[in-house]
């Protein structure tokens, strides 16, 4: 078996790129360290790189400083090439970032899983076809353990790249939101699983062609199978789900590269993103393995989907909202995607402000689900400058509902939605939902009374007699009301 040569300085640098790492995921817990849980990610991931550029560049062997300049070679290729397809990632990245829009944030991330997920194919790919680069061969035999390790690797790679384009196209809007549901589907899906498993242990001792095609192939199979039952109101789930899939397809690769770094990172990754999903399971009353198996709250996600006999409300104004508001002494905001596809935070962080200068007290409520990704209105938020000690999660806040004389509901269609209590065909039955309605008055924006949230299901808060309905664009709305409290 061939040796493998440690550099103790390049473990030294990706141990501290590690605990830079930990301190981000860290700082990323709370919107109030949020910049410099980032700023710890961007250090430890720069460490990273230059540690694997430096590591991998056989100074010794520098060729030429003539007209192409700086030409070392790494593994193949120059350092220039390498740093030209740096310098072009970089650019995308920075554009992407810069034009991309806050309520485009959940496609962005999903799309963001998909590459990862694509890397680590790649990688497993270029591995396979060529093990002798990589050391994890003799003779062309490939050791078991990276046999594993591979199989591995493209099979989380595979599932998350296909479920990461699944979700990216549900929540962009090039499907629908509703589940698509395949008879004898859970009997497909365990089969397919199987299959794979299976294969993955009969590579260890047979690393014939058709083997590793056979697992890349049914991994992009399965991750199709896995999302596409899965409905709209539990996307947020299925992101956090798909981010520790990248972690541990991330780590698997990082074991056939020998680096220290990725394995680090991706277990870190996998790990967080395991636990979020735990987390989120729990908010909306879902089991963690149904989850991981797909097509989870499927089977009666049809049902409710359109809305229900038109029933009698009332409709009012900016100025009634703004006198309402005025003669509250509590208000809690409880803001939704319909806020964040307007950009209304802005305008709500100036709403409140006016609310606090005449004497009311004015919180937020989060749902975790709220939005197209976990933390969506955390960061919207936080964007508008809104307090961090005015934010409160669902189970700080909930019990506050029935002494606060105005629930304001923006553009929160399925976290107020009493059916997920009472009604067991609903497709979000049995996840905590924000009990607006105890409130005395609750007022909520919505765009029409013809459309339906994420999930498809009508919510009857719309038509209860405490409330009062204020149709049209959310940020419009919100500065109308604001221009009234003047």
Known sequence: MEQITVNPWASLAYLVAGVCFILALRGLSSPA?????????????????????VTHVPFKDYQDF????FIAHVDGLTLIEILAAIGIGAAIGITTARKIAMTDMPQLVAAFHSLVGLAAVLVACAAFLNP??????????????????MGLGVAI??????????AFLKLNGNMGGAPILLPGRHVINLGVLAAI?????????????????????LSFAIGFLLIVPIGGADMPVVVSMLNSYSGWAAA?????????????????????????????????????LSVIAG??????????????????????SAEDAAFLLEQAEQVIIVPGYGMAVSQAQHALREMGDKLKAHGVRVKYAIHPVAGRMPGHMNVLLAEANVPYDDVFELEDINSEFAQTDVAFVIGANDVTNPAAKTDKTSPIYGMPVLDVGKAKTVLFIKRS???????????????????????GDAKKMVEEIVKSLD
């Open 449 to 471: 009374m013809g459309g339906v949230g994420y999930a498809g299901v009508d919510n009857d808060v719309f038509y209860m007699d405490n409330t009062m309905m204020l149709l």
């Open 132 to 149: 002798g680069a990589f050391g994890i061969a003799v003779d062309g035999l490939i050791f078991p353990q990276s046999r594993i390790e």
């Open 197 to 217: 498993l299976g294969l993955v242990g009969y590579f260890t001792i047979d690393q014939s062609a058709w083997v590793f095609w056979t697992i890349t192939v």
């Open 66 to 69: 003539g007209q192409l300049g």
């Open 157 to 166: 790679g595979a599932i998350t790249f296909s479920g990461s384009v699944i």
């Open 252 to 288: 698997a690769m990082g074991f056939t590269l020998h680096n220290t770094a990725m394995i680090i990172t991706g277990a870190l990754v996998g790990s967080s993103g395991a636990i979020l999903s735990y987390i989120m399971c729990k908010a909306m009353n879902r089991s963690f």
């Open 295 to 316: 097509g989870f709250g499927g089977e009666t996600a049809t049902a409710g989907g359109a809305p229900k006999e038109q029933r009698p409300w009332k409709r009012g």
């Open 33 to 53: 360290t949020s910049q410099r849980g980032n700023r710890m990610g961007i250090i430890g991931m720069t460490i990273a790189v230059v540690t694997t550029l």
